[in-house]
């Protein structure tokens, strides 16, 4: 008898320990930018080749114009005081200029003007160079307006993000989206891109180090980010019923014991 409730300590830790193992994300599965190999070096830099943003056609831009002439001739300022202002995306639509397929914008007084192809700085400098015919030292500041990237799948809060830097990169978008949740495969990250009139796809391993360095790391406007489950979250572990499980393990060792007697 002593013998057989040794065996039964012994089969009941062993089934906690089992669901112990299945219930947790190795801890390897879930941290972000982990060293290629085992050392104690930090600091560890790597080359990282930001593409040049440039102005493309059917891009939102946000255009600012200002000088030292009065209010009444710098008719930029007399157009954005007419013009309805507003945090939100759709605000921000009706205050920006639209590049038209073409590649041009179309400005009061001077029409039409080519953007694209031209990153935001030379585009302000090329507009200020043109204003000076009608204006005194104007000065130009352009922001990109509703460029966006999707996040989708096992993160915290999914959605359409808008940003208007320049760059940003796949962790600030997950940031955005409330981070992955536990049960989200960080190392095979879906990015959807369209490039040239194509639709492409690739994948990234947000726990190695070395995806600084993908050309997916710094994202494009209109880029989806999908994270796909663990496996053992396609196998229901996320909801796993403890409860039920340890108790029937429980009656299986109680109906086991009482067959011995």
């Known amino acids: 008898m002593t013998m057989m409730r040794i065996q039964m300590k012994k089969l009941n830790f062993l089934s906690i320990l089992i669901l112990l193992f299945i219930s947790c994300v190795p801890q390897k599965d879930v941290i972000y930018l982990q060293a290629e190999r085992d050392n104690k070096i930090f600091n560890v830099e790597h080359e990282v080749v930001k593409d040049r943003s440039t ?16 209010e009444g001739v710098n008719f930029f300022e007399r157009s954005r005081q ?3 202002t507003s945090n939100s995306p759709e605000g921000f639509s009706i205050i920006s200029y639209r590049v038209d397929e073409f590649g041009n914008i179309n400005l009061p007084v ?3 003007v080519k953007l694209a192809g031209y990153s935001l700085v030379e585009a302000a400098a090329m507009l200020e160079e043109k204003l000076n015919d009608y204006l005194y030292q104007p000065s130009v500041k352009i922001n990109f307006v509703n460029k ?5 799948g096992y993160v915290n809060r999914p959605g359409r993000y808008y940003y208007s830097s ?3 990169n796949i962790l600030q978008a997950l940031g955005m989206a409330g981070d992955i949740q536990e049960f989200g495969n960080r190392k095979k990250i879906m ?13 990234i391993d947000l726990t190695r180090e070395g995806v600084i360095e993908s ?16 496996k053992r979250r396609w196998w229901g572990m996320d909801t796993f019923p403890y409860a039920l499980v340890l108790s029937s393990v ?12």
């Open 55 to 70: 102005i493309e056609s059917f891009d939102e831009v946000y255009i600012e114009v200002t000088s030292t002439d009065p």
């Open 82 to 84: 007419n013009t309805f």
């Open 110 to 112: 001077i029409g039409n």
């Open 148 to 152: 966006s990237i999707t996040v989708v």
């Open 166 to 168: 320049d760059h940003i």
């Open 191 to 203: 990015v959807v891109r369209e490039e040239n009139n194509r639709t492409v796809k690739d994948y």
């Open 215 to 230: 050309p997916y790391y710094y994202l494009r406007s209109n880029d989806i980010i999908y994270v796909q489950p663990l």
């Open 250 to 261: 429980t009656t299986f060792i109680l109906v086991l014991d009482y067959v011995q007697k």
